[in-house]
């Protein structure tokens, strides 16, 4: 009931018909049909008598895969009783094969896009065989990713499936897309050959850069060392880049000249070469495979000054101050902090009052050489280094002039910016008592009133002196006295003494009066 098929399975339905063409009857007749199976012994046909049978068959795949009609041929023979005589015949019905071969592919992936280095895309291969024809020896081969299997035998409307991957390399990233192309071959029962491929093409995209701003706070001009890493904060698809996904471009530095720019993103600086100011720098963060792909960002830090702590204190070292009197302030200079102090200057504004005469640098446990500088009576000293610790102690003797006060003020100060500035600077104030010639003495060695001591003698240019006891005798004669007349050898009474004094302007004055002596 069909002129042709083209797969197994199909059911072919054959109708035989005999017929006594004769005018005699036939008997013992015998139907056969080999492939169907069918068999009928025993068949009596009367003259002009036809009879009718149903067999089927079921196309197999040795059918199909013969690549030849299927033939089915059937065969009846019958006796002629009188006569003994074996009549046959028999009829054959052709199916012919419907092989029409076709093959497919089809190619699918798991992301329709990629943007990174090590990305991995999973590839679904389908092939279906969608002729008519068995196809052998399918060939399936995926040279992109290095996938190739064989399929021996692939029946009409049937499909098998394989999965494959490919890493993405840095080299893909530099095209627009990645194409992939699968192949599919086979052959039919005939040696025909049939193919086909499928191309797949993935959009490469670029992957979210993000160029954080950075904030690598404050450092001391003495700092070297590293202040940070730009990196550490930017995301390439979310992460910290790797070095080696990504690079950058200082595009704007500021004006500094002490930075070190490692290609892991550090930043050191080096001491000592910048100036003080807070600094703004620029950068681009490009990724490697994709340079269009790229943000902005910027750095900020300062550099501050060092920092010391530098302590002063200045005092008069004598209680008691007379006009003419020489007599010292001592200055210590001592670095309290924790860090170094170098280029140390004290100055020392000397007031009206009194007159520089000369200084000592009376402790210093630095290792550093004090050198000063005169100018009038301003004094200015300067300490190359002092320590954490250490100190200085300068003597600077001075010549008190007329009476009244005087406000001495010391303040020191370093290369360095001091925490502590309120103790950078200190004052003396000294009484400077007039000049006054004393009435009693108490030569005793008791360390009071021993001596007959004229306060303020030196504020005089040059003197003379001449005292006498009550009788008018001369127990002394001295010019320039020194302050040491203790009455030798004289009795406890009273004494009386001329003091004649020069001032630098050549102008003499003459002082009158008595000494009470008073020995126990």
């Not at 279906?128 to 029946?155: K, Y």
């Not at 499928?198 to 850069?209: K, Q």
């Not at 020489?326 to 924790?338: H, K, L, P, R």
Request: cysteine-free; aromatic content about 6%; glycine content about 8%.
């Amino acid at each position: 009931d069909l002129n042709s098929v083209s797969r197994a399975g199909i059911v072919l339905n054959y109708t035989l018909v005999i017929k006594n063409t004769g005018n005699v009857t036939l008997s013992s007749g015998d139907l056969t049909d080999p492939r169907t199976g069918l068999s009928v012994p025993g068949i009596t046909l009367a003259p002009g008598e036809e009879k009718t049978f149903q067999t089927t068959y079921t196309v197999t795949l040795e059918d199909i895969l013969s690549g030849e009609p299927i033939v089915n041929i059937a065969n009846v023979k019958a006796v002629h009783a009188p006569s003994g005589t074996l009549l046959s015949a028999e009829d054959q019905a052709i199916v012919n094969l419907d092989l029409v071969p076709g093959i497919s592919i089809e190619k699918t992936a798991d992301k329709s896009t990629i943007s990174g280095m090590g990305e991995v895309v999973v590839y679904t291969l389908t092939v279906s065989n969608t002729g008519t024809a068995p196809l052998l020896n399918v060939l399936v081969s995926d040279p992109m990713t290095g996938l190739e299997e064989t399929i021996g035998l692939l029946l009409p409307g049937e499909e098998k499936e394989f999965t494959t991957s490919y890493t993405v390399k840095a080299s893909d990233l530099e095209s627009e897309t990645l194409v992939n192309i699968a192949k599919v071959t086979a052959q039919t029962v005939s040696k025909e050959e049939v193919g086909a491929s499928d191309e797949l093409v993935i959009g490469i995209s670029a992957r979210e850069i993000i160029a954080n701003d950075d904030n690598f706070g404050a450092h001391f001009i003495s700092f070297g060392g590293v202040i940070g890493n730009i990196l550490d904060n930017d995301r390439l698809e979310g992460v910290r880049p790797d070095p080696a996904d990504v690079d950058f471009e200082f595009t704007e530095l500021d004006g500094i000249i002490g930075l070190l720019i490692d290609e892991n993103g550090e930043l050191s600086l080096i001491p000592g070469v910048n100036e003080v100011r807070d600094y703004t720098l620029k950068y681009t963060l490009r990724e490697t495979v994709f340079p269009e792909n790229n943000d902005d960002a910027l750095v900020f830090f300062r550099i501050l000054n060092d920092q010391a702590d530098l302590n002063v204190t200045k005092e008069a070292l004598q209680d008691e101050v007379f006009e003419g009197d020489m007599f010292d302030y001592q200055i210590v200079v001592s670095n309290v902090g924790d860090t170094d102090a170098t280029n140390v200057v004290v100055t020392d504004n000397i007031p009206s009052g009194v007159t520089y005469q000369s200084y000592t640098v009376t402790a210093n446990n630095t290792g550093s050489t004090v050198t000063s500088t005169v100018s009038g009576n301003n004094v200015t000293f300067t300490i190359p280094f002092i320590g954490a610790g250490e100190s200085v102690t300068i003597q600077i003797r001075v010549k008190a002039g007329a009476k009244g006060t005087v406000i001495n003020t010391v303040v020191v100060g370093s290369d360095e910016d001091d925490i502590n500035e309120d103790d950078n600077t200190d004052s003396d104030q000294t009484e400077i008592q007039p000049f006054r010639i004393p009435n009693v003495i108490t030569p005793n060695n008791d360390g009071k009133n021993d001596v007959f001591e004229i306060q303020g003698l030196g504020k005089y240019a040059s003197n003379s002196i001449t005292i006498f006891n009550r009788y008018g005798d001369h127990v002394l004669e001295r010019e320039n006295y020194g302050n040491d007349w203790d009455a030798p050898g004289q009795v406890a009474g009273t004494y009386f003494y001329v003091l004649r004094v020069t001032d630098a302007q050549g102008n003499t004055t003459e002082f009158k009066g008595w000494i009470q002596v008073i020995k126990e």
